[in-house]
């Protein structure tokens, strides 16, 4: 069964410092997303990207947030200067399709906890 | 903004029992899905409903999707241990790619 691969799986960082989460999305998947889910919240959207470029985003997605894919096969979120409320899941996840079809569905990772202290 | 509320937010229940739970929305969706997700790892999708009033099976787990398109239930027959988890209703969007969650249901299967 195809996986999409969360490194690292916890990440502690100080406020103010720097973090790139990575993903590894299935291979053949074309549209990438990160949602977050902040302990005992709701899962949130942050953005979705396709062709190298984000085709959406959330209000949460600010400035702060950016995403790449620097090759073929990894797709990264990078928070520049991290906040307390930062503190989350980050999921990242992948489809085939874009939005939600019949017989499609997203893939999500595992997760990566981020703890900003 | 679109909001999915899901209720009960938790549940426990014997084994053996039957249970619904519900996904209820003021906005119209394009399609829902449910999620099952596991302590510490991402959400794994059960299946997706596209069509108002479609009914879908899965084992012993039956999703349905409002004829309005605006709710959703999974039913469970015969609960068994292995079910406990958290489940997630989310909907899709009529144009885009953002899934809305709901909170979840916490379900309790006890032997």
């Known amino acids: 069964e195809p996986e999409v691969t969360q490194t690292p799986s916890h990440q502690v960082t100080q406020m103010g410092q720097e973090v790139i989460l990575r993903c590894v999305p299935i291979?053949?998947?074309?549209?990438f997303y990160w949602y977050r889910q902040i302990l005992g919240q709701k899962v949130e959207f942050l953005v979705s990207?396709?062709?190298?470029?984000?085709?959406?985003k959330s209000e949460i997605f600010d400035d702060q947030f950016s995403v790449e894919r620097p090759d073929g096969s990894n797709f990264t979120l990078k928070i520049r200067s991290t906040k307390l409320e930062d503190s989350a899941m980050y999921f990242c996840?992948?489809?085939?399709?874009?939005?939600?079809?019949?017989?499609?569905?997203?893939?999500f990772g595992s997760g990566t906890r981020l703890t900003v202290v | 903004t679109q909001l999915l509320e899901q209720s009960p937010q938790f549940l426990s229940i014997q084994e053996g029992e039957n249970l619904t739970v519900y996904c209820n929305s003021s906005?119209?969706?394009?399609?829902l899905q449910w999620y099952r997700q596991e302590p510490g790892e991402g959400p794994v999708l059960l299946v997706t409903?596209?069509?108002?009033?479609e009914v879908k099976k899965l084992k012993r787990l039956t999703f349905q999707f409002g004829d309005a398109r605006k709710d959703s239930s999974l039913h469970i027959t015969a609960a068994q241990p292995g079910d406990t988890g958290l489940y997630l209703c989310?909907?899709?969007?009529?144009?885009?790619?953002?899934?809305?969650f709901g909170g979840g249901t916490r379900l309790m299967v006890k032997p």
């Open positions: 996840a992948s489809s085939v399709v874009a939005g939600v079809r019949a017989n499609y569905g997203y893939t």
């Open positions: 291979s053949n998947h074309l549209y």
């Open positions: 990207f396709y062709n190298n470029e984000i085709s959406e």
């Open positions: 906005s119209v969706f394009s399609s």
């Open positions: 409903v596209v069509t108002g009033g």
């Open positions: 989310a909907g899709g969007p009529h144009a885009g790619n953002m899934l809305t």
